[in-house]
């Protein structure tokens, strides 16, 4: 099964950016559909931005559209989410998502970045 490590997160002034990346081993991320989630304290997480295995289709919650964009490297096996004017309200922890090619839901996850944006 493919494993997934997320990196990039950190502390950031409101307006300002940062790029989120997901490594993905022991499988070819090129199999899976990836999406990147987030979880704020004290409330559920959220989907946050898609895309299928070719990369050529995104899919984008409200709050970030026109903000955030979602890319894939499959040669890599690294999926990115591009975070631009960010805001405080999206601090949370940021997770990776993988989902297999006959599954319903999103089936594998990493552990989570940080992203905290301050005011």
């Known amino acids: 099964q493919v494993q997934l490590a997320e990196s990039g997160g950190g502390l950031v002034q409101a307006g300002g950016s940062l790029r989120l990346s997901c490594a993905a081993s022991e499988r070819p991320v090129s199999s899976y559909r990836m999406a990147w989630f987030r979880q704020a304290p004290g409330k559920e997480r959220e989907f946050v931005a898609g895309i299928n295995r070719s990369g050529d289709s995104l899919n984008y919650a409200d709050p970030v559209k026109g903000r955030f964009t979602i890319s894939r490297d499959n040669a890599k096996n690294t999926v990115y989410l591009s975070m631009n004017s960010l805001k405080p309200e999206d601090t949370a922890v940021y997770y990776c998502?993988?989902?297999?090619?006959?599954?319903?839901?999103?089936?594998?996850w990493g552990q989570g970045t940080q992203v905290t944006v301050s005011s």
């Open positions: 998502a993988a989902r297999s090619a006959f599954a319903s839901t999103y089936n594998y």
